[in-house]
């Protein structure tokens, strides 16, 4: 309720994300396709985001995603930078879904060269399939930690992609 009296105020709600970044050095860079996603996926949860820690009221937040010894880091700050938690999530309940993730869009991308609108419109539904069961995966290895709302687990997924398609 809080949230939607601020919106209707004017305010932007203190449960969010006022700042992402991907640590360069984990990422590096990638082609223009992976390039676009990202930059799309940041725009998207800065637009609109539910970012929660749970019994800590510090928001809004920073975020910095990137790679600690094979594991995902997210380091959250507040907005002003002041440090709020850094969580390590392994990466291994995700390298399935990840490499499948990876073939469809391949195909994707492929597809949208030379492809029907049909078959375009089959292989996105598969895509948005698998990037709604990776966003449900996120969603469960942060519980407890992070709480996040459906889109803002769909663009964060985006962006812990972008850290496997490494430059």
Same mark, same amino acid.
């Given at each position: 309720m809080k949230a939607?009296?601020?919106?209707?105020?004017?305010?932007?709600?203190?449960?969010?994300?006022?700042?992402?970044?991907?640590?360069?050095?984990?990422?590096?860079?990638?082609?223009? &396709?992976?390039?676009?996603?990202?930059?799309?996926?940041?725009? &998207?949860?800065?637009?609109?985001?539910?970012?929660?820690?749970? &019994?800590r009221d510090e928001g809004p937040y920073a975020l910095a995603l990137g790679l600690v010894e094979n594991k995902l880091s997210f380091a959250i700050t507040t907005e002003a930078g002041e440090p709020v938690m850094t969580h390590l999530l392994s990466l291994t309940p995700f390298r399935r879904v990840i490499r499948d993730y990876e073939m469809i869009c391949e195909s994707y991308y492929s597809a949208i060269r030379t492809a029907s609108p049909t078959q375009i419109e089959a292989i996105d539904m598969g895509r948005?399939?698998?990037?709604?069961?990776?966003?449900?995966?996120?969603?469960?290895?942060?519980?407890?930690?992070? &709480?996040?709302?459906?889109?803002?687990?769909?663009?964060?997924?985006?962006?812990?992609?972008?850290?496997h398609w490494k430059g």
């Amino acid at each position: 309720m809080k949230a939607e009296a601020a919106r209707a105020a004017g305010e932007k709600p203190r449960n969010r994300l006022a700042a992402v970044r991907l640590d360069e050095a984990s990422i590096g860079r990638g082609n223009p &396709d992976q390039e676009h996603e990202r930059a799309i996926a940041i725009y &998207d949860i800065l637009e609109e985001n539910t970012f929660t820690i749970p &019994d800590r009221d510090e928001g809004p937040y920073a975020l910095a995603l990137g790679l600690v010894e094979n594991k995902l880091s997210f380091a959250i700050t507040t907005e002003a930078g002041e440090p709020v938690m850094t969580h390590l999530l392994s990466l291994t309940p995700f390298r399935r879904v990840i490499r499948d993730y990876e073939m469809i869009c391949e195909s994707y991308y492929s597809a949208i060269r030379t492809a029907s609108p049909t078959q375009i419109e089959a292989i996105d539904m598969g895509r948005r399939g698998l990037h709604n069961e990776a966003s449900e995966l996120l969603r469960q290895r942060l519980e407890g930690k992070v &709480d996040l709302d459906h889109n803002t687990a769909r663009r964060l997924f985006t962006l812990v992609f972008a850290l496997h398609w490494k430059g």
